[in-house]
Every structure is written in structure tokens, then in C-alpha cells.
């Protein structure tokens, strides 16, 4: 059973940063697709940012391109989102996702991810 941890989220004033990680425990991360997305209240859950197996390839999301950076550790088990420039619109649960696959053919659709995260919350004052 995979179980995918996230920390690293908390108060920042808009414009400050934060860096999220996801650590995974019961399977190591090689060959899997990884992908953070978030939610806030009220609204839908939204993809965020994946990256490939090999970290070769990356995705964002029009609204966080140019602010977040996506990452993984395999040897670490770990995936890191580093959330920079941030704005109050950014405020939101957010969650990592795993799903082994080497590729999704579309990495911004959340039931394409079978393991999910409890989610780390991330406010960020005006």
C-alpha cells in the first residue's frame, strides 16, 4: 500500500515562497508520474504541476507557470513543489498524487492518479 505524505505548508505573506515536499512510503517513487494539485473552499480541485518519471518532463498549470517549480528526489522517495511569488489566490489545500505509470497522457486530470495525499494547507496573506 502506497501512502504519500506531504509537509511544508503554512502562513506566507503574498510575494513569500514555500516549499511543499511529498514523501511516499510502501513503494518507491521510480516509474511513477507525480502531480500536485489543490483546492480551495468552495471551489473544485485543480491541477497544479506533474512531472515524469525521469523528471525529464514538466507541466503547470497557465496560472502558477513562471512562480512554481516541480521536483523529485527518487532516491529520496520525495517530490517538492517550490511556490514562489506567491498570491492570495494561490491559498488552498494542497495535495500530492502518484500513479505508476512511466507517462499520462494527461497529467492535469486528476482521476488519472490512483494514490492521493492527506493535503498540506497553504495560506497566504494579503
Known amino acids: 500500500q502506497v501512502q504519500l505524505l506531504e509537509s511544508g505548508g503554512g502562513l506566507v505573506q503574498a510575494g513569500g515562497s514555500l516549499r511543499l515536499s511529498c514523501a511516499a512510503s510502501g513503494r518507491t517513487f521510480t516509474q511513477s508520474t507525480l502531480g500536485w494539485f489543490r483546492q480551495a473552499p468552495g471551489k473544485e480541485r485543480e491541477f497544479v504541476a506533474a512531472i515524469s518519471w525521469s523528471g525529464g518532463n514538466t507541466y503547470y498549470a497557465d496560472s502558477v507557470k513562471g512562480r512554481f517549480t516541480i521536483s523529485r528526489d527518487n532516491a529520496k522517495n520525495t517530490v517538492y513543489l517550490q511556490m514562489n511569488s506567491l498570491k492570495p489566490e494561490d491559498m488552498a489545500l494542497y495535495y500530492c498524487?502518484?500513479?505508476?505509470?512511466?507517462?499520462?497522457?494527461?497529467?492535469?486530470?486528476?482521476?488519472?492518479?490512483?494514490?492521493w495525499g492527506q493535503g498540506t494547507q497553504v495560506t497566504v496573506s494579503s
Open positions: 498524487a502518484a500513479q505508476y505509470a512511466l507517462a499520462l497522457r494527461r497529467p492535469d486530470l486528476a482521476n488519472g492518479y490512483v494514490y
